[in-house]
């Protein structure tokens, strides 16, 4: 088998692939034997039937045909493999030859990933935000948790801001009532303004059974974005008292003794945050500067397509919630399908260039990805998907992602050693301590209680087979670094 491979552009080849006849023996089995079984002819048993007499009977140029449908596919294979071509997408294919006995040509032009001319990687520094905890900010985490405690009591008067109310709604279109516009015994706090426009200025100002109907337009349902008429009939009043802020309240919200204790803790908790935050910070800046200094060829096709893929699945959470694009943009803020579409390119494009920038200092740097690192994303992935590892990794293989996986996971890593290895400091001028910021994995002690330790060594069988699952399709990926 001859092949050359032709650069079209930084990120498109032109593969020639010529196949002698000999080497589509493979092939001409496959097809034989499947037109064997379709194909009945007298005095033959199915299946049975001479290679000969199926070219008479269907035609030699239809055997050819499927011969090299089932043929190009594996020498395409068999070449990227051969030649390490890290493929984007699907190929567009060419049949230039096909002489009978001879040979079979064939060109395929499809996208690859660009060659990138990486910087020096050893002297990234970045600033980050400080972290300074306000009183103010203690403040309003006190304050949600007085809400918590806080008693509901029924009042005498007309609805105002912050009172509880229990409301019915009832939603006509043309005059007859929308079922899906319409409830009762609904609990909503006034001045909110979380459920509708006008509902807020219709509740103000009743009393206890008594009604208002104002215009609003629909957010969901098949008449989102028309205009009904939504009748509120107040059922209660209540208003909200909030115990005082002393020690007892601290005593009984918390495990402290004293409201000084509560609010230290509430501090350091705080502290805690920002400085996770000043991790994410770091990463998402370091990324920036890759992306700045490093010039990426974007491969246009693979734009267009994640562009289409996300927006028909978009458009299908769009469809479940029972509102379209027009009643989307509206309740975001009044942006047009323009906006968002450049909006969503540039994403798409910044994604893109960073995952080829992240794959290509891993292959510089030979980043591999060993047990350990499957392990903790597989943790990681299943407990924010609140599923098992095993049934997560399962997923993975059912829904064909494991490369994709195992590419992330890459990624991911290759992250963090350019996180640990860059200058970071806060807009003070302080070194920022990376080890107080990485989120660690940690494995409790084996306890002593047996039934504890049983349950330990459940999870950790769960694992290894959930990573287990992973290596194993992992063999059987072309390209475990595409992106």
Do not use: C
């Not at 300074?132 to 007309?158: A, C, H, K, N, S």
């Not at 459920?195 to 509740?203: F, H, I």
């Not at 059922?235 to 495990?255: G, H, I, Y």
Request: charged fraction near 30%.
């Amino acid at each position: 088998m001859k092949s050359t491979i032709e650069e079209l552009g930084p990120t498109r080849v032109r593969m020639a692939i010529e196949v002698p006849w000999g080497d589509l023996d493979h092939a001409f089995g496959e097809v034989y034997k499947e037109l064997g079984k379709q194909v009945r002819v007298p005095g033959f048993r199915p299946g049975k039937v001479p290679n000969r007499v199926l070219d008479q009977r269907i035609g030699r140029p239809v055997v050819l045909e499927q011969v090299v449908q089932h043929a190009i596919p594996e020498v395409y294979s068999e070449v990227v493999r051969e030649n390490q071509v890290r493929v984007l997408g699907q190929p567009d294919i060419e049949v230039t030859r096909l002489d009978d006995n001879d040979t079979l040509a064939f060109t395929a032009e499809v996208d690859v990933a660009p060659q990138l001319e990486l910087p020096a990687l050893d002297a990234i520094a970045v600033t980050v935000d400080d972290v300074e905890v306000t009183d103010e900010e203690i403040d309003q985490q006190v304050d949600v948790m007085r809400e918590r405690f806080g008693m509901l009591t029924g009042v005498d008067r007309p609805a105002e801001d912050g009172d509880f109310v229990s409301i019915d709604l009832e939603a006509k279109l043309d005059g007859e009532v929308l079922e899906d516009g319409s409830t009762t015994g609904m609990s909503y706090e006034v001045g909110s303004g979380n459920l509708m426009a006008g509902l807020d200025d219709a509740v103000r100002g009743l009393s206890a059974d008594e009604s208002k109907t104002f215009s609003t337009a629909l957010l969901s349902g098949p008449n989102a974005g028309q205009d009904a008429e939504v009748t509120v009939t107040v059922r209660s009043v209540k208003t909200k008292d909030l115990p005082e802020l002393d020690d007892d309240f601290a005593q009984t919200a918390s495990e402290f003794d004293t409201l000084a204790e509560l609010r230290e803790d509430v501090r350091t908790r705080l502290a805690r945050s920002k400085g996770l935050s000043q991790g994410a910070q770091a990463r998402d800046k370091i990324v920036e500067h890759l992306i700045e200094t490093v010039e990426v060829p974007m491969p246009e096709n693979l734009v267009e397509r994640e562009i289409e893929w996300r927006n028909r699945a978009f458009e299908q959470e769009l469809q479940q919630a029972g509102m379209d694009w027009d009643s989307f943009l509206q309740m975001s803020g009044g942006q047009s399908r323009e906006e968002y579409d450049a909006e969503q390119r540039t994403n798409v494009e910044q994604a893109v260039k960073t995952q080829f920038i992240l794959d290509a200092i891993a292959d510089a740097r030979e980043v591999t990805v060993d047990n350990d690192d499957l392990s903790a994303q597989i943790m990681a992935q299943a407990q924010r998907s609140r599923m098992s590892p095993e049934q997560y990794a399962q997923q993975l293989q059912q829904g064909g992602n494991i490369a994709e996986f195992v590419a992330d996971v890459r990624r991911t890593k290759t992250l963090a050693q350019l996180l640990e290895e860059a200058t970071i400091t806060d807009a003070s001028g302080n070194v920022v301590d990376l080890e107080a910021l990485r989120p660690q994995t940690v494995r409790a002690a084996a306890p002593a209680a047996e039934d504890t330790a049983d349950e330990d060594e459940a999870n950790l069988s769960a694992e290894a087979a959930a990573v287990e699952a992973i290596e194993g399709a992992v063999e059987d990926t072309e390209d475990v670094s595409k992106a």
